[in-house]
């Protein structure tokens, strides 16, 4: 079965630095999203992305973040100059969008020190 | 903005037991309500959704009920094994007007003591 795939795994990285979280979502999906959960916390939205622009974001996506499909099958989230408080798993998830099913990633652990 | 709250935080049942943990939203155009399984340190799962134009759903050991007048929905597991220990969050969205941002409760701790 199709599976929504991230990488790395964990990251881990200085206050201040730019991260790219990478992921693969399943190929027929046209919808992709990015959550977020800080640990111990629910799932929070973060963006998401339909026909190459952003559709809808919330209020933690500010100007320090961006999302890109630069190919055909890769989804990535940049954070520009990352915070101690962007320490989160991070989760990709696509969907087909005749159905509203999302499929998540195993999501990337980003720690800022 | 839509608003999901989840009951209890923590449930603690006996294997063969019961388990029942209920949601509330605050938006009335929320039409999606999926459950999701999450073990440690693993991704979400979805185990059930629902839609609003139905009020209950099984699918074998789990079933979803959604009150649309009340708004709130609630996820019943019988019979219930320890694999079944997991953190399980519900969750709301608006499928085909915004493209489905799904906006999830607390989470619930179930733990199924053997």
């Known amino acids: 079965e199709p599976e929504v795939t991230q990488t790395p795994s964990h990251q881990v990285t200085q206050m201040g630095q730019e991260v790219i979280l990478r992921c693969v979502p399943i190929?027929?999906?046209?919808?992709f999203y990015w959550y977020r959960q800080i640990l111990g916390q629910k799932v929070e939205f973060l963006v998401s992305?339909?026909?190459?622009?952003?559709?809808?974001k919330s209020e933690i996506f500010d100007d320090q973040f961006s999302v890109e499909r630069p190919d055909g099958s890769n989804f990535t989230l940049k954070i520009r100059s990352t915070k101690l408080e962007d320490s989160a798993m991070y989760f990709c998830a696509s969907s087909t969008g005749t159905s509203n099913e999302q499929f998540f990633g195993p999501g990337t652990r980003l720690t800022v020190l | 903005g839509e608003n999901v709250e989840q009951h209890p935080s923590t449930l603690s049942v006996q294997e063969g037991d019961s388990a029942v943990i209920k949601c509330t939203y605050s938006d009335s155009a929320s039409n999606y309500f999926p459950w999701y399984k999450q073990e440690l340190g693993k991704r979400p799962q979805l185990i059930i959704d629902i839609r609003s134009n139905v009020g209950e759903k099984k699918d074998q050991r789990i079933a979803v009920t959604l009150n649309k007048t009340a708004k709130h929905f609630s996820l019943h597991i019988t019979e219930t094994q320890p694999e079944d220990s997991a953190v399980y969050f519900c969750?709301?969205?608006?499928?085909?007007?915004?493209?489905?941002?799904?906006?999830f409760g607390q989470g619930t701790i179930l733990t199924v003591h053997p």
């Open positions: 992305f339909y026909n190459n622009e952003i559709s809808e």
């Open positions: 190929s027929n999906h046209l919808y």
């Open positions: 969750a709301a969205s608006r499928y085909g007007t915004s493209y489905g941002k799904l906006t």
